[in-house]
């Protein structure tokens, strides 16, 4: 299909961009892509079909929707066709800094000081939890309800 070369060259800055480009499956000429003013989504459908039969990127597709995401072929074949450094790489391929999480001592000195706001632990500690001695050990009936079998306690 041909298209003016500032649409291609705009598709394809926006795909370089983001590393994933959306749109929408429809065949009407006239609708405009949402991210891209001025380019209709069949433009864009088409410019991706061209760049997937190269391998540059792959396709998903979900309900009405088309998913393309590049490969890394395609980084660098972009990178060479918009004459961009080495350094500058799509936002899907960038890592995200992740806060540190705070030390565990750090933690344990807030906990101290806002110890009113813990629940507070049982009397009995973790016996509650724990199983009965054999000595104290007296079977406790068990419940029947309604629709089950009656299950007896082992001898």
């Not at 597709?61 to 961009?84: I, P, S």
């Not at 807030?110 to 009965?132: C, E, I, S």
């Amino acid at each position: 299909m041909l298209m003016p070369l500032e649409r291609l060259r705009s598709i394809l800055e926006l795909l370089f961009r983001e590393g994933v480009l959306v749109g929408e499956r429809d065949g009407c000429p006239r609708r405009t892509h949402p991210q891209l003013p001025g380019v209709a989504n069949v433009e864009v459908r088409r410019a991706m079909a061209s760049l997937r039969s190269r391998g540059l990127v792959r396709q998903t597709a979900a309900w009405r929707h088309l998913y393309w995401y590049l490969t890394d072929a395609g980084v660098a074949h972009l990178r060479q066709y918009l004459r961009l450094p080495p350094d500058v790489v799509p936002r899907s391929l960038q890592r995200v800094p992740r806060p540190a999480a705070p030390r565990p001592e750090a933690r344990r000195a807030t906990a101290a000081a806002g110890a009113g706001t813990h629940r507070a632990r049982p009397a009995g500690g973790d016996r509650l939890y724990r199983r009965k001695d054999e000595g104290e050990g007296h079977v406790e009936p068990v419940a029947v309800t309604a629709g089950q079998g009656v299950s007896q306690p082992p001898p």
